[in-house]
């Protein structure tokens, strides 16, 4: 297809050569379709381009996407979605236009002439075609990501070819359903945290861009396309715009020119971009799971759209005729795109709220407090600087004398983008170079600063209120002295309490009064229980309940000592790599999993994510992406580690490869030091595609081993399996015990913890027991809560009430 594409272009003369009247002959759309009965003309116009960029621009996207297409469903399958959807995009557009043409809609009027070539809109159809058949990730992102692209264009360029293609998008996914191999009813999956961060980044970015799109396009018809305008047309003189527009009376002269106006100077430019690049910015830290990130878009989109909505006259507030008046002569189209302004931005602020709390990672109260009191104090001074400027220079600086008053009420829009002014009345410009640094400087410079200091709190070490906390974290786990899962405390999500007596920390969350721990001290080789005990009082300075959870058994005196109750949580379990073998009866599983698996010509490798290419690294995200979607509740946290916590260059992950070059299942595992030596791992991360072969699981656990027998490695812990335990110690408070089965019932058939015990048993291991130590039992129910919080942060009511029936 990109070979034809090509070759057309080349002979055509087209691109290269005299086009004479061939564009009209291969050339889609309402006047060659219906008014010269050019019945063929959807279908040609899939196979030319009309400019050298757009050719470009098509031959990368086939080469690329129908390659993935091709890839998922098959060449047949393709080619039927690529000509299918290139010719129903085309005939649905054209019948809207047709439609609107006859209603007198303005868009439709404006577009008749328009001849469209475009071989783009059979590759997006062909693409979203292929997505029904995908996995659960790419099916996800490829509809997300595609839709809101084609959105995203239609709402700033307009152009008849970008309804084409959404059409055809939208005939892709409805096609997609009939040539999917697997007949299955449309249901919702659940997506993991870190694609929650992939999607919601994907979203916030997209949109930013969305005046840069209009900028590049010739036509500027979309809806939103006038906020585009600042950075795309000649400036008018001064005066010559009408002084004000009506919300609903809006016509394309009065919008434009009004618009340009206030923008004979870089800086009005800038001041309408940066905080496009501030949204940017945002996305990065969404992408990585920043709180701060999260609600900083939610500022800046709300932001946006409240501007719009004042501005454009839709709040009865703003001075000007409410949005359900109408005058006559007005077109429609203006006011949606008016409406649309204030509607899209405010959408994209909702549902970021909505899906704030799978952003875990918080930036220190500090660093929040740091740039809220930079990005105010530059706001003042700023205001102040040009209020105070401009009455020294007031006779000399702007068109008009100004006084007090004028400089006030003007102050506050200096800041904001020249896209929301259009309607404005503008009593005085600058005219002359100190004018303009005043009129045009501060808005810049504003936004430069607030993008400035983002980056430090979006980018923040998780450990809040603690600066370089991680880094020392970091150097008191190469040190040694804690337990198997001590690594986890480098996750992000933990705040930490530093030792100052001697060389120990503690990782720890607070949710609601209790102090939950990630196990027990770690650090220096040096006893501990003292540790415990400080701990415990800076606890309870803080008004907290401290509670020690997953600490290992042989804290149970202490706790004892201290008056505390204690209980099993989980049971960990332990392989001595030193005296690893598979001989004799018990051992029968293991060996013919790892039989079958040689025999199927899977091998074992050991590596970490950052050495992965990426082709492999996907495969894991698809694995991992698959497992979350069959799940009926969120994923779990905690001492749980999912994708993100993968990426750490000091966690290795085994991996179980097929001969042709596909992931079968991984497992990833947490070092634990000693003196800067690796002494053990722990097992964390661990899915499988559902289609492997069984006992892949055993495989990579029974490699892994051997590996490190070999390496001289102390110890393999498979972890603890949370609510599962075999052990009973005798402190047990039968009604918490009592809440905590009944629990792990509940969630047993979503998560299998007991199933998963059960299974780490093949290995012969030791069983250790982990407690959770608690001051008074009085806490239990909020200790309770707490702990729901941590494992699953983003779990509703709803999720709770259902599971509970269900497991009744």
Known sequence: MTALILLLALTSGLIFGTRGTLVWDMGTGSEPLLDHGHWWSPLTAAFFTNMPIDLVVALVLAIVLLRVAEKIIGTWRTTVAFFATAIIGPLAGIGLQALGDATGEFWSLHVTEFVVLDPTIGIVGALMAASGSASVLWRRRIRIVTMLVLLVFLLYSGHPD???????????????????????LIRWVRSSAHEIHVLTAAVVAITAIGPVIALLSSSRLGPLAPIALLIGNQVPAAGNAQSRCDAFAVTAHCLRDLTLQRINSPGAILVSILP?????????????????????????????????????????????????????????????????????????????????????????????????????????????????????????????????????????????????????????????????????????????????????????????????????????????????????????????WFDDEEDLAIAYRVVGRVALTLGGPFGSAVPKDAAIDRFARFSDDNDWVPVFYSIDAAFEGKFRSMGWHTMVVAEETVLRPATWQTTGKKWQDVRTSINRAQRAGITASWTSFGALPLGISTQIAEISEEWVSEKGLPEMGFTLGGLNELRDPDVALMLAIDPDGQVQAVTSWLPTFRNGEIIGWTLDFMRRRPESINGVMEFLIAET????????????????????????????????????????????????????????????????????????????????????????????????????????
């Open 705 to 808: 081993a051997m590996r490190m027998q070999e390496a001289g490695i102390e110890f393999l812990s498979l972890s603890g399996a949370p609510l599962a335990h075999t052990a009973h110690l005798t402190d047990q408070n039968s009604t918490i015990e009592r809440m905590l089965d009944y629990l792990s019932s509940s969630l047993e058939p979503v998560y299998g913890f007991r199933s998963l015990l059960n299974f780490k048993r093949k290995f012969q291991p030791e069983f250790h027991p982990l407690l959770m130590a608690y001051p008074d039992q009085a806490a239990l129910p909020a200790i309770g809560i707490a702990l729901t919080r941590v494992y699953l942060p983003t779990l509703s009511l709803r999720q709770i009430t259902r599971r509970a029936r269900a497991s009744d």
């Open 162 to 184: 970008d309804l084409y293609r959404l059409l055809a998008g939208v005939a892709g996914l409805v096609l997609g359903l009939l040539l999917r191999r697997e007949k299955q």
């Open 276 to 496: 496009l690049v501030l949204l940017i910015v945002a996305a990065y830290g969404l992408l990585h799971g920043r709180r701060f990130a999260l609600w900083l878009a939610v500022i800046v989109n709300g932001m946006f759209g409240v501007l719009a909505a004042f501005y454009f006259g839709l709040l009865p507030l703003s001075g000007v005729p409410y949005v359900i008046s109408r005058p006559t002569g007005a077109s429609w189209e203006t006011s949606f795109g008016l409406v649309a302004s204030a509607v899209l931005p405010v959408a994209i602020a909702i549902t970021l709220i909505v899906l704030r709390k799978h952003f875990s990672v918080l930036a220190s109260r500090a660093s929040v407090r740091r740039y809220v009191i930079t990005v105010a104090a530059t706001a003042v001074v700023l205001a102040g600087l040009y209020v105070v400027g401009g009455l020294l220079v007031r006779d000399t600086a702007f068109t008009d004398t100004v006084n007090l008053a004028d400089l006030l009420s003007d102050a506050v829009e200096r800041f904001v983008p020249v896209s929301f002014l259009i309607r404005e009345s503008i009593t005085f410009l600058p005219s002359s170079i100190i004018g303009k640094m005043l009129y045009y400087g501060i808005g810049p410079a504003f936004w430069v600063v607030a993008i400035l200091a983002a980056i430090t709190p979006t980018r923040q070490s998780p450990a809040r209120e603690q600066p370089g906390a991680l880094t020392r974290v970091r150097s008191l786990l190469m040190a040694g002295g804690g337990d198997s899962l001590a690594f986890m405390a480098s996750w992000p999500g933990n705040s930490y």
